[in-house]
């Protein structure tokens, strides 16, 4: 930009230089001629007074005068005719005549001089225009002489006879001083006049410059400027494609690539008729590795998206900064978190420093500050290979409500180079790349760093010595909310609140509430419908627009969750004909649109279309509970305790129960495993798992009794998923053995291995019921029954 601006500035100096350079070379050569035109103009003044003179005078009596004539009266009558104008033409000096000495030379005849005049006979200098003269042209001197009366330019003018020839020359004197002083004071004038010119010419070019050809460079700057900053973009555009096409590849890999592991994992371990516990236990282990690796990828991955989405955000000036209140101990609590587990995988210590006066209630953007630190954090654990990390936090009230945040983030990590620091805020700019290849990231994190601290009003500092680490401070005011409150020692506090990684827990239940999900895509009707469950909505699904409307029409629902992009008619146009429809049951219910169109302004746009909110694709668990609860009947909705209080604990179950359990072939971790860590959802699978035993138990027992193999397959079946999942493996891979007999019609094995497996079935049932009272399914008595793993036979 500068370099362009330098470019413009340059053009425009040197058509100015040209201009006054072509100026003075006009005024100089003006001058030059004027001068010369002066000089001829005094010229032809002195030989018009010589000719004047010459003209007044007798050229036959000048002829025959010598000096036997001085006094006589031709003599004088010439004498006097020279004396008038000696005496009336001011500038002159002296005036005489002279001729010819016979010699080659010139002699006086008179001289007017009253003082010290030359003598008849007296030689007169000689200069070229006195020879002019001599031979009948009138001429000027070009150069001043001198003589005995000092330093003269003369002007020569002959006199005739009346044969037409030369009878003597008329000489007028001017001193070489008053010749010289005509041609300054005149060239001066003259100059002046010039200076005016130029003074106007240059005041012309100024203006010319400043109407022509300052808009016309400032014009071809613009061009080049605009082609440059053209040029710039694609190339930024270039390297961000290349860098995006880099980042999104990698977890999309790996998402594809994990998952690929948990299909094979899977269908060896469904094929595998011998499996064993440990084999299975293997299995699983794998699965939820890979599982957890697809988790991570699908993270960063959304992490890359949304550091997009923000950088357009706040390049287009959309970004908003709230102020919300927040607790100060919590957000170093989830940073501690956070950044913890990160540093402990790379074998880097981790410490937090808090003052522990710091106010807890502030109020500011808890969400971007939570993001500026989060990325110095994670910066510092990226670029750090051994060593420690460290996190400091402290603050300087600035007024009575306002709090001067200070964080600093001090890595013993790879540093950056003094050159690079510059480079650091420049959006994907990304240093070192030789060496950092491996290590995610955009280049983004900085940049939106730098620009969200700009919009807040504070301000990022880097030191950094290459090789050795890192020192990143941020200062960023907020509010005081209340001061009675200090974040106390905040070591005290750290890993209390630690979440069970994975653990969930759904935050209000509702289950009068009716709601339809749509999407075309019925692997996402799956998962949203999975997130629900234990919320115990009644969700119905659709695939299409046209089977929205058809359901909304015949069944009043609580609300309705549409999916944006579906083939043939878009979420958009199902809400409007669903709205416009006065006879459809839900046409007044809230609809929420389901979208991954996550760009800035798509909510405005869904919500002007009619939405009455908008949930992004992949659907973060909380958030669409958070939007249930706000959109669902406030009757149908019953908050659960980790709603209410907002904490993520879990009873852990007293391991008694879990004894019992493990005791009857149960897994609980397994079982647990399979319901994301959800207790709760474990204990309900449990209960669901007993009640349906006697049903079941019967089902079994009747299709044996009957010889009906296909349908003694489909329960054993259900047995061996519904055990697998609730963690008695042993019972599952009975009931599968037992599944392949009867698929196989293997009747002897069935009859060989039918009472065994249900008496382990009885034992598992028991146990569960010995845990969970209420799991005692109806007309069951076994609710008294103690269990006890005696009753195994
Ligand atoms: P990225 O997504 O690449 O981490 P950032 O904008 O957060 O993007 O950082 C830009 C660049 O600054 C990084 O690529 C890295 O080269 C350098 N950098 C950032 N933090 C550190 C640090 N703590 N130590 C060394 N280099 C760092």
Redesign the pocket.
């Known amino acids: 930009m500068t370099s362009k601006n330098n470019l413009s500035t340059k053009i425009i100096i040197l058509v100015e230089c040209i201009l006054l350079i072509s100026s003075i070379l006009f005024c100089t050569v003006s001058v030059y001629r004027a001068k010369m035109g002066i000089r001829r103009a005094i010229n032809q003044r002195m030989l018009d007074i010589a000719n004047c003179a010459s003209g007044s005078i007798n050229g036959d009596i000048l002829k025959a005068i010598d000096s036997d004539d001085i006094g006589s009266p031709e003599y004088n009558e010439i004498y006097n005719t020279l004396t008038i104008f000696r005496d009336n033409v001011g500038e002159l000096e002296y005036v005489y005549s002279i001729k010819e000495d016979g010699k080659g030379g010139y002699m006086f005849v008179m001289d007017t001089d009253p003082n010290d005049p030359g003598a008849y006979g007296d030689s007169v200098t000689y200069t070229e225009a006195l020879d002019k003269a001599g031979h009948g042209t009138a001429a000027v001197d070009t150069v001043p002489y001198s003589d005995a009366w000092g330093e003269f330019y003369s002007a020569y003018s002959p006199v005739f006879d009346s044969s037409g020839k030369v009878a003597g020359i008329i000489t007028v004197d001017f001193s070489e001083d008053w010749y010289e002083d005509q041609l300054s004071s005149q060239t001066r004038s003259t100059i002046s006049g010039h200076f005016v010119i130029l003074l106007f010419t240059l005041m012309v070019a100024a203006f010319l410059s400043f109407t022509t050809v300052r808009p016309f460079v400032r014009m071809q700057g613009r061009l080049l400027e605009g082609k440059m900053r053209a040029e710039s973009a694609n190339n930024a555009k270039s390297d961000f494609l290349a860098n995006m096409s880099h980042e999104i590849r990698t977890p999309i890999n790996a998402v594809l690539g994990m998952n690929e592991m948990i299909l094979r994992e899977y269908s060896q371990t469904e094929e595998n008729d011998s499996l064993d516990v440990p084999t299975a236990r293997k299995a699983l282990d794998n699965i939820g590795t890979y599982s957890e690796d697809v988790r991570k990828a699908g993270h960063n991955l959304l992490a890359i998206v949304n550091d997009i989405l923000d950088f357009s955000k706040i390049e287009a000036g959309r970004l908003d900064i709230a102020d919300a209140p927040f607790s100060l101990s919590s957000l170093i609590v989830d940073l501690n978190n956070m950044t913890l587990f990160k540093a402990q995988d790379k074998d880097l210590e981790f410490s937090i420093e808090a003052d522990s006066s710091l106010p807890d209630a502030l109020s500011g953007d808890e969400v971007r500050i939570r993001q500026i630190l989060t990325?110095l954090l994670n910066?510092?654990v990226?670029?750090?290979d051994r060593g420690s990390v460290r996190f400091m936090i402290s603050g300087e009230k600035t007024s009575d409500d306002t709090l001067l945040l200070k964080a600093v983030v001090r890595?013993t990590?790879?540093?950056?180079r003094p050159e690079d620091i510059d480079k650091?805020f420049t959006k994907f700019?990304?240093?070192?790349m030789q060496h950092?290849s491996t290590?995610?990231?955009?280049?983004?994190?900085?940049?939106i760093?730098k620009r969200l601290l700009d919009m807040m009003g504070g301000n990022i500092n880097v030191d950094?010595t290459y090789g050795k680490g890192?020192v990143?401070s941020v200062r960023i005011p907020v509010k005081i909310i209340s001061s009675d409150k200090t974040i106390g020692n905040i070591q005290a506090h750290l890993g209390m609140d630690t979440p069970k990684v994975g653990a969930y827990h759904e935050s209000f239940r509702a289950p009068n509430a009716h709601i339809l999900v749509v999407d075309d895509t019925k692997i996402n009707l799956t998962v949203v419908v999975n997130l629900l469950k234990s919320t115990q909505i009644k969700i119905d699904t659709a695939t299409s627009g046209a089977e929205a409307i058809r359901k909304a029409a015949a069944n009043l629902y609580d609300l309705i969750l549409m999916d944006q992009r579906m083939p043939e008619m878009d979420g958009t146009e199902a809400l409007h004909r669903i709205r416009d429809d006065a006879y459809s049951a839900s046409n007044r219910v809230p609809v929420i649109c389901l979208t991954a169109d996550a760009v800035m302004g798509a909510k405005d746009r869904y919500i002007a279309e009619g939405f009455s909110d908008y949930i992004t694709k992949p659907i973060d668990s909380t958030s669409l509970e958070k939007m249930l609860i706000r959109h669902l009947p406030e009757d149908k909705v019953i908050k659960t305790v980790a709603e209410v209080t907002d904490t993520v604990s879990v009873d852990i179950p007293v391991s008694d129960d879990w004894g019992t359990l493990r005791l009857a072939g149960i897994d609980p971790q397994t079982g647990l495993h399979y319901c994301k860590d959800n207790e709760e959802l474990y204990r309900g699978l449990l209960k669901e798992y007993a009640t349906i035993k006697a049903e079941k138990t019967e089902d079994l027992n009747r299709c044996l009794a009957e010889e009906n193999w296909q349908d003694y397959g489909v329960y054993v079946h259900s047995l061996k998923s519904t055990s697998k999942m609730i963690g008695a493996a042993d019972l599952s891979a009975q009931a599968l053995k037992l599944e392949t007999a009867a698929n196989n019609e293997d009747i002897d094995t069935i009859r060989a291995e039918h009472d065994d497996m249900m008496t382990k079935y009885e034992v598992v049932t028991r146990a569960i019921i010995s845990v969970i009272p209420e799991a005692a399914g109806p007309g069951d008595d076994r609710d008294v029954i103690e269990f006890s793993p005696a009753s195994d036979k």
């Open positions: 990325n910066n510092a990226k670029y750090t890595d990590g790879i540093g950056i650091l700019e990304r240093l070192e950092n290590v995610e990231g955009t280049g983004l994190g900085l940049a760093t950094s890192s990143f």
